[in-house]
């Protein structure tokens, strides 16, 4: 196996991808706020400053305060859609994950910003009841309406995604499996959930039992988890992330995303052989593709673009702003 090269679009063989160089032009976005991209699939929440935040320079507060709203008429539509679903899926199973509120950043007198955090706690039974309810886009309506945050009765569930990068400048794709219920057969990063359960075993913990730097720590923890389980690398191969921003996939009802940018000390081959000797979560995945850093800033222009899920797109945005040059 090689590095396909050739001009125009993308050429992915043999799980490989190489793009042509390019010129990289365009703006800087906001860095707070919702903003929305070039795509409707897609909108940024929040841009860290150039180069990305460490995890020492951000904060979370964990309340019941930024909890979703109970629904109007209660909550029994967030069990029937759950019945729905496990009578057609009875493999799925519940569990607590982060409820994004909002992200601030914040002056602190020093020269290094803070990104403040400010989180709930939520299931993915309730995610399944809201963000992908069908009632999701007048959830939001009403959400406007009653609270003033079109937000406020959905899950959204924090994830995170990685933009990794080889030694030998190429940035990771993942070619997901068909049978996965999100994105199936959809190119994405290696991303996944920080997990309540990862701090505080069982099933239903408590916001006093999650210190906001234990929390953090799992946020920063859980996107390199995700590579080493979906990737199959080692640990030590991956240098500390850093926080890019969060994006927001409005193909879900606005659920947001943490993305980070991940270096590797190991090289796209080196990289290939791991993911091919299997890992953890090698059933999520049907291929690895790899593309030149040098660019990325230019593939909304080809057709790979189509095949990239939302987070994907929101990682590449916030890469090339962020971490790259601006598009």
Known sequence: MGVQKGWGY??????????????????????????????????????????????????????????????????EAIAAVWESRLQAQPW??????????????????????????????????????????????????????DWGDKQAYLADPLGVGAVLVTADDFLVFLRRSRQVAEAPGLVDVPGGHPEPQALCPGDSPLHKDLPG??????????????????????LLTLS????????????SAGRASAEFYVQCSLTSEQVRKYYMSGGPEAHESTGIIFMETQSISRLQETEMWAELCPSAKGAIFLYNQVQGSPI
């Open 10 to 75: 993308p050429q992915e063989v043999c799980g490989w991808l190489w793009v042509p160089q390019g010129n990289r032009s365009g703006c800087d976005l906001p860095q707070s706020s919702p903003v929305l991209t070039m795509d409707p699939e897609v909108s940024l929440l929040l841009q860290c400053p150039p180069g990305g935040l460490p995890k020492e320079q951000v904060r979370a507060e964990l309340s019941p305060a930024h909890d979703r709203r109970q629904l109007p008429g209660g909550d």
């Open 92 to 145: 799925l199973f519940d569990a607590p994950k982060f409820r994004l509120h909002s992200a601030t950043l914040v002056s602190t007198g020093s020269p290094e910003p803070q990104l403040l955090l400010r989180l709930g706690l939520t299931s993915y039974r309730d995610f399944l009841g809201t963000n992908w309810a069908s009632s999701a886009a007048w959830l939001r309506q009403q959400g406007a309406a």
């Open 213 to 234: 730097e234990l929390v953090v720590h799992e946020l920063f923890s859980s996107v390199l988890q995700e590579i080493c389980d979906e990737v199959n690398l080692p």
């Open 240 to 251: 500390q992330p850093l926080l890019l921003g969060i994006a927001c996939n409005e193909t």
